[in-house]
């Protein structure tokens, strides 16, 4: 559809059931309309090698498949494929006047104040639900169909071929999404992997997980209301639908870890496992949690090359799929990480929490702040200000906090990064045992920062509402009259460039470590 056509879809008076407004939203796939009580999805006639809906007899087929899996789990709201006509003077009718010009999906609307990809983030999805969610697709996953037709895509050589595809379909967005490193290491760990795993993946062939699988199980595609509404699986191409149904589990795992949710992905597999018995599960789920998020990284690239799709909207997209693809990269690394302490070390407004919280969510490690923790303590709100909780008293409340936090991760035989000033040795040293009692490796980051990017970062944060840092200028210089900087005599001592991005900033630190960011 071009931008006339678009406009014309907008208009109400078209639509069969009637409607005050419509509006048009757009994926690299289909263009989607919603009306009051319904929505209408148009494929467009695109083909990017994994799916081919260029013709309209192919766009019919696909839609009725679409229809067809979809009513698995959720028969209620997948309604019909209806037509659209075209008249002589090229108007859209769905009423059979004219040539045939489209068909579409048609469904019943759901409450977008419901989605469960908005209901992250505004902190409303309950454990309750997602365990709710992990039988629900426990169940699917045992009724779903199965054979030797489809248990072909659960082995070595299908699965391999499934990520040489991936990247060979990325390497145009290297550069711009993804870089060239990141594509480079993606591709040698993960084959690297899978190779050395192959056995694990005959297994679950022999014990019957290859099944007829969602392919799209996340967020944007699940609604809680009532009810748990679970829609717009993969139907355009079976070898994204046929798999392991570790997979679909890995897709929403991935998918609550990218929200800021580890806890919500750690629960949900948990569920799952016991709700199916599935007891290989969390052995395989690396390497699909880092396929679903390369997946994820390539489909949101896929806009970039959309004209329809604006400047503005291409910008969010790019930030977007990068997150996804150093989420991916998190992945594989992961596999290869000891046991580790990370204790951030330096003066406010040095960059040390923007490192940390990239760290953390790359590394999939728990991630302690002294800001957030201090705040608790106090009973604030996060971006709650309070100039009485800087006092030696609080200051010490708050190490004795982070000191707990940690000691409890490792208890779960977790890694953690503590985020704090850390301003003298005595404390560093303190963590630092503690992380050799419980046979962790320390290291301290001390980014290696300049007055001016410190007095530039706290005079942008001054005018931020929703920062939870109180830090400002006074208070840098109060920190660095009484700092005892770190040497390498402590722990292994990793100085980041300050100056850098927080994603750069976490190369620096991993290329310092022996988990290393060279692919091999």
Request: one cysteine or more; proline letters at 3%.
């Amino acid at each position: 559809m071009n931008q006339l056509q678009i406009n014309q879809m907008l208009n109400p008076s078209i639509y069969p059931d009637a409607t005050r407004k419509v509006q048009h939203l757009q994926t690299h796939i289909s263009h989607i309309f919603i009306t009051d009580d319904y929505v209408y999805k148009v494929k467009k006639p695109v083909n990017f090698g994994f799916l081919d809906f260029t013709t309209l007899d192919k766009r019919y087929f696909y839609c009725n498949e679409e229809l067809r899996l979809n009513r698995r789990l959720s028969p209620d709201i997948y309604l019909d494929v209806v037509p659209l006509y075209q008249n002589n003077e090229g108007m859209f009718s769905f009423s059979e006047s004219g040539n045939l010009a489209e068909y579409a999906v048609k469904m019943k609307r759901m409450p977008e104040e419901r989605m469960m990809s908005r209901l992250l983030d505004q902190g409303k999805v309950t454990e309750s639900e997602i365990d709710i969610i992990a039988s629900k697709v426990a169940m699917f996953h045992k009724e779903a169909a199965q054979g030797s037709c489809i248990d072909q895509f659960g082995t070595v050589e299908a699965i391999r071929l499934n990520w040489l595809e991936n990247l060979q379909q990325t390497e145009k967005f290297r550069g711009r999404t993804i870089s060239e490193k990141e594509h480079l290491l993606i591709k040698e760990k993960s084959l690297y992997w899978l190779k050395k795993n192959a056995g694990l993946f005959e297994q679950r062939i022999k014990g019957g997980f290859i099944r007829e699988c969602d392919g799209d199980l996340h967020s944007e595609n699940i609604c809680i209301d009532d009810n748990i509404h679970i829609f717009d699986c993969i139907e355009f191409n079976e070898k994204f639908r046929y798999g392991d149904t570790a997979a679909d589990i890995a897709f929403l795992a991935m998918d609550l870890e990218n929200h800021g949710r580890r806890e919500l992905a750690e629960r949900f597999i948990e569920q799952y496992q016991k709700q199916s018995s599935d007891s290989t599960l969390q052995q395989v789920l690396p390497l699909y949690l880092a396929n679903r998020a390369f997946i994820r990284g390539k489909v949101v690239s896929l806009q970039l090359d959309d004209p329809l799709i604006n400047d503005k909207d291409k910008a969010v997209a790019r930030a977007k799929a990068a997150r996804f693809f150093r989420l991916a990269k998190g992945y594989l690394i992961r596999t290869e990480l000891p046991k580790i302490m990370f204790i951030t070390c330096g003066p406010t407004g040095c960059g040390k929490s923007s490192l940390a919280a990239e760290l953390a969510f790359q590394l999939g490690i728990d991630h302690f702040s002294s800001d957030l923790e201090r705040k608790k303590l106090a009973g604030l709100m996060p971006t709650e200000r309070n100039s009485d909780i800087y006092t030696a008293y609080w200051n010490q409340a708050t190490y004795n906090q982070l000191f707990k936090l940690s000691q409890n991760s490792f208890s779960k035989g977790k890694s953690n990064i503590v985020d704090a000033t850390f301003r003298n040795r005595f404390e560093r040293e303190r963590f630092i045992r503690l992380a050799d009692s419980n046979g962790a490796l320390p290291v301290i980051l001390y980014p290696d920062y300049s007055t001016d990017i410190v007095k530039q970062r706290l005079e942008l944060r001054e005018a931020e509402a929703n920062s939870i840092s109180d830090g400002t200028w006074q208070i840098y210089l109060k920190q660095i009259s009484e700092f005892e900087e770190p040497t390498g005599e402590e722990a292994l001592l990793i100085r980041p460039n300050a100056a850098l991005t927080p994603f750069m900033m976490v190369e620096q630190t991993l290329e310092n470590l022996d988990i290393s960011t060279d692919p091999k």
